[in-house]
């Protein structure tokens, strides 16, 4: 078939033209779904939380992220009574054993708030900043040993060097004792401080709650621990 010049294409013929514009098009096509499978992709994957995403948010944000996933399965498996129940205590106490513990312990108030939010119907808010606050109390302190000297607890209150209150939100805190005994040697030194303190704790918590008491070496590694209301050994 004769060919037409054509003032851009030269002697292109129409046939030609027509299937060179054809195969342009196809191969566009071809590039453009690429290029849009690999955008949804990576929209995809970013829309995601990733394990380096979570690991590299602020240590609450992990920790209340952690509290929260616990709490939508508690709601879920026991409904509003469970709620009530974890709300009411229940959170805290699970704090001390829940796990990863590497990540409730980065702020376990921060876990509590998000396993208390977690057991309602509620969309979560997580914390803007650390929740967990310490208090060294020294008045405690006194007041037990003077206590422990005049009842047969001196030499359980030898191994005490710093009473400390853990505030895991406005209206909830734990005590920590911590101590000069280790759990390889002292095990049995830490439970009978653990028992006599409770047994000195008298209850008197003004407007905020004591739940834990937690017994610790000179490194923070939690030796044992004790209910302060029931007084029965935890672990």
Known sequence: MATTPHPFLGSVGR???IGSVGRARALGLVVGACLAASACGSTGDSARPSAATS?????????????FAVGRRLFEDGGKGGAVREVN??????????????????DRGAWVLGCKQGTGTSAPHPPSGPVTRREPDADLLHRFGSWARENEAAD?????????LVH??????????TTTCTARADGAG??????????????DDGTETAWNLLVTDTEG??????GLHSRKESS
């Open 15 to 17: 046939a030609g033209f």
């Open 55 to 67: 690991v590299s948010a602020p240590g609450h944000r992990q920790a209340y992220d952690s509290g």
């Open 89 to 106: 205590g229940g959170c805290v106490h699970r704090s001390l054993t829940a796990k990863p513990a590497s990540v409730v312990d980065l």
């Open 156 to 164: 359980s209150a030898r191994h005490l060097t710093r009473v400390t």
């Open 168 to 177: 895991l939100d406005a209206g909830e805190y734990d005590v920590e004792l």
């Open 190 to 203: 830490a439970r009978r401080l653990a028992r006599d303190f409770v047994l000195w704790w008298d209850g």
């Open 221 to 226: 590694q939690r030796l044992t621990t004790r």
